[in-house]
Every structure is written in C-alpha cells, then in structure tokens.
Nanobody, 121 residues
Framework: QVQLVESGGGLVQAGGSLRLSCVAS????????MGWYRQAPGKQREPVATITNGGSTNVADSVQGRFTISRDNAKNTVYLQMNSLKPEDTAVYYCNAGLRRVGSTYHYTYWGQGTQVTVSS
C-alpha cells in the first residue's frame, strides 16, 4: 500500500508562517509530479502549487510570492513553505502525487488525508 501523510498544519496569526510536509510511504517505485491543494469551507478544492520531479514549479496567483513549494526526492517528500499568511488562506490543505507503486506499470494519483491551516486576523 501507499500513503501520503501531511503534517505541519495549525493555527497561526495573520502575517505568520507555516511549513507543510507530505511524505509518500509504502511500496513506492517512482513519483512524478507532486502538489498541494486546499479546500475552504463551502468552496471547491483548488490547486495551490505543483512541482515536477525535475523541480519545475507552478504556483497559484493568489499565493504567488508568499508560498514556495519544494521537494526532496530522496525522502519522497514535498514541502509547502507558507509566509505572510492571510485569513483567506484558512483551509484544509491536501497533498497530491502521481506515483507508481512497486509492481505496477502505471502512475496513479494519490491524495493525503489533509491538514488544517487556520489563520486568525
């Protein structure tokens, strides 16, 4: 089995910072693109940032200049550094990865369970 496990969420005041981590564990053979998505109450899940296995990144306009995505391929881990947080960043943040399991031919998309980020004003 394969799992994506996020950590690092919490409560922070506006202007503060948090660093989210997501590690892929289990029978992982290879990982393609990884990313972070978020879902605020009453809203649809939206992409925040993605990163390819080569390190190319794409960041949503709403967090450009404040959030940075990175990854450590040796650790099967993706990070989201969030600075200058705003109350509108409050959401459940989900990790996402396209990965290939040991013994499988294809990449499939996996999701983590989510971690809550709450930004108080």
């Amino acid at each position: 089995q394969v799992q994506l496990v996020e950590s690092g969420g919490g409560l922070v005041q506006a202007g503060g910072s948090l660093r989210l981590s997501c590690v892929a564990s289990g029978s992982v053979f290879s990982i393609g693109a990884m990313g972070w998505y978020r879902q605020a109450p009453g809203k649809q899940r939206e992409p925040v940032a993605t990163i390819t296995n080569g390190g190319s990144t794409n960041v949503a306009d709403s967090v450009q200049g404040r959030f940075t995505i990175s990854r450590d391929n040796a650790k099967n881990t993706v990070y989201l550094q969030m600075n200058s947080l705003k109350p509108e960043d409050t959401a459940v943040y989900y990790c996402n990865a396209g990965l290939r399991r040991v013994g499988s031919t294809y990449h499939y998309t996996y999701w983590g369970q989510g971690t809550q980020v709450t930004v108080s004003s």
